[in-house]
C-alpha cells in the first residue's frame, strides 16, 4: 500500500485544473474523501453530479475544516482574495497549495496570509493543461507523465512541500522545484507569450477585411493547431498576463524582434538568410520533439 495517504483534501475552484487533481488523486487511491466549493454554484453541483468531488458543501468553511491539503485552482487574480477566505476555516498545520500559471505574485501574496494563519504554504504549478474550463472539462489523466513545479521559498516548510510534492507524484507528475522568478520567465518563453500569439493571431486574420466573406471558413489543419489555444478562458489569460507583465513584456519584445528581422529579409527578399532562419527554427522545433537529436 502506497504509505502516503490523505484523509481529506478539499479543491476550491473545481474546474479542469482543481477536478483533474481530485480525479488523479481518487485514482491513485491516496486520498479518501474529497471535498469541493466554487462560486459557481451550478459547476460545484456538476462536479458532484460526475463524481470529481465527493462532498459539495454548503459552505467554504465546511468544505475546507478538516482537510490536510487545500488545492486553491481559482484564476490567478483571484488567488489572493480566496486565500484570505479560506485561510480562517483552515485547520492549524494544515496545508495549503495552489496551481496558478504565475508564481511570484501569488507567492508574496499568500505565503504571508498562511504564516500568519498557522498554515503552511506550497505554490505549485502543473504544467499540463487543455483549452477547457470547468468540472466537465477535469480528467483524471491530464497529470500523467507530465511535470509539476513548485516553487518554495525560504520559509517553506520542509514537510508540507514533500507532501504536495508526493500529491503531484501520486497524480502523475515528475515534480521539480524551481525558484520562482526563473519559473515566471521560462513560462513566460514557452507558455505566456505562444497563447499571446495565437490569440493575436486569430484576431489579426479575423479583422483582415479586404473581402466580405470571413476568411477564417478557409482555414485548415495548420492554422487550426497553431491556434487551438485561443479557445482558452480570457479570464484566465487577462490574469496570466497582468501577473507576469514584466517576464511577458521581455518576451513580446523579444518575439518583435524576430519578426522585425523576418520582415526585413523578406522586404529584401533575402532568401539566403530565410532559409537559415526557417532552418534554425526547424532544428530547435524537431529537437523538441526527439531529443536526441539535440544532443548528438
Ligand atoms: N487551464 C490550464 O491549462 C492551466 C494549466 C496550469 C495551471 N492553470 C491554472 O490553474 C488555475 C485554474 O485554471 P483552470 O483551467 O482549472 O480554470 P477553470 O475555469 O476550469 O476553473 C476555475 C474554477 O474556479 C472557480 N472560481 C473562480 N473564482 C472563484 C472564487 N472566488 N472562489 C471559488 N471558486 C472560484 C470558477 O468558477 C471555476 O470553476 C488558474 O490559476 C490557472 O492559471 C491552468
Given at each position: 500500500m502506497n504509505p502516503f495517504y490523505l484523509h481529506k483534501i478539499a479543491i476550491v475552484?473545481?474546474?479542469?485544473i482543481g477536478g483533474s487533481f481530485a480525479l488523479a488523486l481518487k485514482r491513485a487511491g491516496v486520498v479518501a474523501t474529497v471535498a469541493g466549493w466554487d462560486a459557481d454554484g451550478d459547476n460545484l453541483c456538476l462536479a458532484h453530479q460526475l463524481q470529481v468531488i465527493d462532498e459539495r458543501s454548503t459552505s467554504l468553511k465546511g468544505a475546507v475544516s478538516g482537510a490536510e491539503l487545500v488545492m486553491l485552482a481559482v484564476p490567478v487574480g483571484k488567488m489572493a482574495d480566496v486565500a484570505i477566505e479560506v485561510l480562517p476555516y483552515m485547520d492549524q498545520g494544515a496545508v495549503l497549495t495552489d496551481s496558478g500559471s504565475v508564481k511570484q505574485c501569488i507567492l508574496e501574496a499568500v505565503e504571508p496570509l498562511a504564516q500568519a494563519a498557522g498554515v503552511n504554504f506550497v505554490a505549485g504549478h502543473p504544467i499540463s493543461g487543455t483549452e477547457r474550463s470547468g468540472a466537465?472539462?477535469?480528467?483524471?489523466?491530464?497529470?500523467?507523465?507530465k511535470r509539476c513545479i513548485l516553487t518554495p521559498s525560504e520559509q517553506t516548510d520542509a514537510a508540507a512541500l514533500r507532501k504536495v510534492e508526493q500529491a503531484w507524484q501520486s497524480a502523475g507528475c515528475e515534480v521539480v522545484t524551481m525558484d520562482v522568478l526563473k519559473h515566471d520567465r521560462i513560462l513566460a518563453a514557452i507558455s505566456h507569450l505562444p497563447h499571446m500569439i495565437a490569440y493575436s493571431l486569430v484576431n489579426s486574420v479575423s479583422s483582415y477585411?479586404?473581402?466580405?466573406?470571413?476568411?477564417?471558413?478557409?482555414?485548415a489543419g495548420g492554422f487550426r493547431d497553431f491556434t487551438?489555444?485561443?479557445?482558452?478562458?480570457p479570464v484566465m489569460w487577462r490574469d496570466i498576463a497582468l501577473n507576469n507583465r514584466q517576464s511577458l513584456l521581455e518576451m513580446i519584445d523579444q518575439f518583435g524582434r524576430f519578426l522585425s528581422e523576418l520582415k526585413k529579409d523578406i522586404e529584401q527578399e533575402d532568401g539566403e538568410r530565410l532559409y537559415e532562419f526557417f532552418l534554425r527554427s526547424k532544428l530547435s522545433r524537431d529537437a523538441i520533439l526527439h531529443p536526441s537529436v539535440r544532443d548528438k
Open positions: 475552484g473545481v474546474g479542469l466537465s472539462a477535469a480528467f483524471a489523466e491530464l497529470y500523467q507523465g477585411d479586404r473581402y466580405e466573406e470571413n476568411i477564417l471558413d478557409y482555414s487551438r489555444i485561443a479557445s482558452s478562458d
